[in-house]
């Protein structure tokens, strides 16, 4: 196993390290300056290239391994099935990550899908809410364009 962590990119690993964290591809993206696709990519390549099905065992590899390279050799490493408490120690390209987000804070949330999002996350209140307001755009919208054309018409007439 220690030939093919030695396979993996620097990206790969910030990339690792970020989801080693529990971070979403989308705020990986964020703090790493990247699209969420091309994060995608690169943490399918290091599940590929670790042999592994998913980007969770691909991170828990290598933070095992770069935790039993900072453990004295006499030191039996840690059980891997264990989540160490705070992971932000293992995070060593110096990468800087935005602030963690609470879901208990309020957030816009707009009806139509963001960069990165694949679902629709707004509930029927929020729904019910966004189609009125929208529709009361579309009617002033179309009484704005209804009263141009009139005023061309007495402009013509």
């Known amino acids: ?48 290239t670790l042999g592994v099905s998913s980007r969770r065992e691909a991170a828990r ?9 900072l453990q004295p050799p006499e030191t039996p490493p840690q059980n891997l099935g264990a989540e160490p408490v705070d992971l932000a120690e293992t995070v060593h390209s110096g990468v800087p990550l ?8 309020p957030r816009f949330r707009v009806p139509f899908l963001r960069q990165g999002r694949q679902t629709n996350d707004l509930d029927p209140l929020n729904r019910l809410m966004w189609i009125f307001g929208l529709s009361i755009l579309m009617l002033i919208a179309v009484a704005n364009f ?3 054309l009139g005023a061309l018409w007495r402009i013509t007439s």
């Not at 030695?6 to 390290?17: G, I, K, N, P, V």
């Not at 989308?26 to 696709?37: R, T």
């Not at 590899?61 to 390279?69: F, G, K, R, V, W």
């Open 1 to 48: 196993m220690t030939g093919t962590i030695e396979q993996l990119t620097a990206r790969e690993r910030d990339c690792l390290r970020l989801v080693a964290r529990g971070m979403s591809s989308k705020e990986i993206a964020l703090a790493l300056g990247l699209s969420p696709l091309t994060v995608d990519g690169y943490l399918k390549e290091a599940a590929r």
């Open 61 to 69: 590899i290598l933070t095992a391994h770069e935790d039993a390279s």
């Open 98 to 105: 935005p602030p963690k987000r609470s879901e208990a804070e």
């Open 146 to 148: 209804l009263n141009g």
